[in-house]
């Protein structure tokens, strides 16, 4: 799975709706089972991906990104994040690494939040809060979330209030507390 990874990730990303929904029909059956979103085998292919997607070599925040279709590849990142999030796992000691990897694929998801699909920055801010959520839950303080999405209040404020928005509403309804196990 390790070579046709990459090869899936890019099918995601194509125009054609037939091609994109296979890969997304792989990468689902492949989740879990093969790799996590957040395993350190992977995590540099999905980054690279949507920093091709957002437009920005570095995963900077960048406007008016993109000329590829990226709805179905958010869409595979926040149906991963939330399974991924669903799935108790065992309590680790590696909780500085689940943070700066979560710091690294917020990074780049934000370079997302301008893209001219509607659906993709809509789907972008889910995916953004939705992570930033389990990092919480993680460890990472409001501060430190806080201190990551600093950028984006200036350079692009109605996602940041959108993401903003979707994180009071997760901390409202308990999501950035993990269940019990």
């Not at 370079?111 to 801010?125: F, M, S, V």
Request: hydrophobic residues 45%.
């Amino acid at each position: 799975w390790r070579v046709v990874f990459p090869v899936v990730l890019s099918l995601l990303k194509d125009s054609a709706k037939t091609v994109a929904a296979a890969a997304l029909s792989v990468l689902d059956s492949l989740h879990l089972r093969c790799f996590r979103l957040r395993d350190a085998s992977t995590l540099p292919f999905i980054v690279a991906e949507l920093q091709q997607l957002g437009g920005s070599g570095a995963g900077g925040v960048k406007s008016g990104a993109g000329s590829k279709s990226a709805a179905s590849f958010v869409t595979w990142i926040l149906r991963a994040l939330k399974l991924e999030n669903e799935v108790v796992l065992p309590p680790t000691d590696q909780e500085a690494e689940y943070k700066a990897v979560s710091e690294q694929l917020a990074r780049a998801l934000m370079g997302l939040l301008g893209h001219r699909e509607i659906k993709t920055r809509d789907l972008t801010a889910q995916a953004l809060s939705v992570l930033l959520l389990a990092a919480q839950a993680h460890g990472m303080s409001e501060a430190e979330i806080s201190a990551l999405l600093a950028p984006l209040s200036t350079a692009q404020p109605k996602p940041f209030a959108r993401v903003q928005s979707l994180l009071h509403e997760g901390r409202s309804a308990g999501e950035h507390i993990l269940p019990p196990p």
